[in-house]
């Protein structure tokens, strides 16, 4: 009994069963006093929903009595319980989305110093990937219902809202928060949640995507701490930046380092900046044996812990940690990438990761 009162659904699954063989249990009974088919049935269907058209034959014999009494009782009481557990069923979902959305407002209300990313796009969804990889504390606000229900499945803690809309990002602890990332599409929004944002939080730090350069100007002018344009950085940028800020602005955010990464691209090499996961064959390593690994591919200039501590020249015995950023200087061409993701588990199976 509680386990089918637990579930409005399941009962009312049972109830509508139950009801099936009313049905057709009177239905038989019927014609096996003579009726047919279609008589029997009609007459079955006229009692249990108590529509009182008058009887399709004449019910003058006491079987015929038993049948139409029996019917009655069950199919009226059936009629009753499905009726109920229908509506119960209906508001169910209802207050189970009440109350999941209070315990999500309750976990964010438990945050300090935390992440709002606004949007679960194509750059959102890296971003949540790349911070959680970190052990950074975040919040999606996502408006569209199938976005939000991909970033539940990942486990993050998420929003339903229009984070152009104050309330939404009051909601998102934005006077709690220390980052800010909005990477909507869409420029104006981006400028418009900046607005919003440095208002509700002037001590904010607030990276902003642009589609259009000329929009960088307008982010800054708004309160944007920093821009980022995804056709030339993406994603990765945004999660440096959070991530470890100092070094972010030191490998991409001055004049010199910029002149650097042109020479070094020239020359068919790249810096990056690769997160440690925890379930990666890489974490764990040394410099030495990470290098190694890579077989010339890369070397490692710096480890950024995720403590903060900023490691240069990094001994050849230091062990890379899962959270650890580690900047490497490398052949371009996807393999750095591929060497830091791949999966423990076929390292452990003696086969080549890159």
Not at 184 to 199: G, H, K
Request: proline share 3%.
């Amino acid at each position: 009994m509680n386990g089918t009162a637990g579930s409005p659904l399941r009962s009312l699954l049972a109830i509508i069963a139950f009801m099936v063989v009313v049905v057709s249990g009177a239905t038989t009974a019927y014609m096996f006093a003579g009726w047919s088919f279609g008589d029997a049935l009609y007459m079955v269907l006229l009692t249990i929903y108590t529509v009182g058209y008058g009887e399709v034959r004449a019910i003058n014999t006491p079987y015929l009595h038993a049948i139409t009494i029996t019917t009655i009782i069950l199919g009226c009481t059936g009629m009753i319980m499905v009726t109920g557990y229908l509506v119960q069923a209906l508001t169910f979902s209802q207050v189970q989305r009440l109350l999941g959305g209070n315990r999500v407002k309750t976990d964010i209300d438990k945050l300090q110093g935390h992440v709002i990313i606004c949007g679960f796009g194509r750059i959102g969804v890296r971003l949540a990937k790349d911070l959680a990889i970190g052990g950074v504390k975040f919040v999606v606000l996502e408006r569209e219902e199938a976005r939000l229900g991909e970033a539940r499945e990942l486990g993050y803690l998420c929003w339903h809202g229009d984070a152009t809309d104050e309330a939404a990002l009051k909601i998102a602890g934005i006077e709690r928060a220390k980052i800010l990332a909005t990477v909507l599409p869409s420029d104006a929004a981006n400028v418009f949640i900046t607005l919003s944002a440095r208002s509700l939080n002037p001590d904010i730090k607030i990276i902003a995507r642009a589609e259009e350069p000329s929009t960088e100007r307008k982010l800054l002018q708004a309160g944007a701490d920093q821009v980022v344009l995804p056709t030339h950085i993406g994603a990765e940028r945004i999660a440096e930046i959070v991530l470890f800020p100092e070094t972010g602005h030191f490998v991409r955010g001055s004049e010199r380092m910029t002149r650097f990464d042109s020479v070094i691209r020239d020359l068919g090499l790249e810096l990056d900046v690769a997160v440690i996961a925890a379930d990666t064959a890489v974490s764990g390593l040394t410099v030495k044996d990470l290098e190694d690994r890579a077989k010339g591919a890369f070397f490692v200039i710096q480890i950024n812990r995720s403590g903060g501590e900023v490691v240069t020249r990094p001994p050849s015995d230091l062990r890379v940690l899962p959270g650890d950023g580690v900047m490497v200087v490398g052949r371009s061409g996807g393999r750095i990438k591929a060497i830091f993701t791949a999966p423990a588990e076929r390292a452990r199976a003696g086969r080549t990761i890159y």
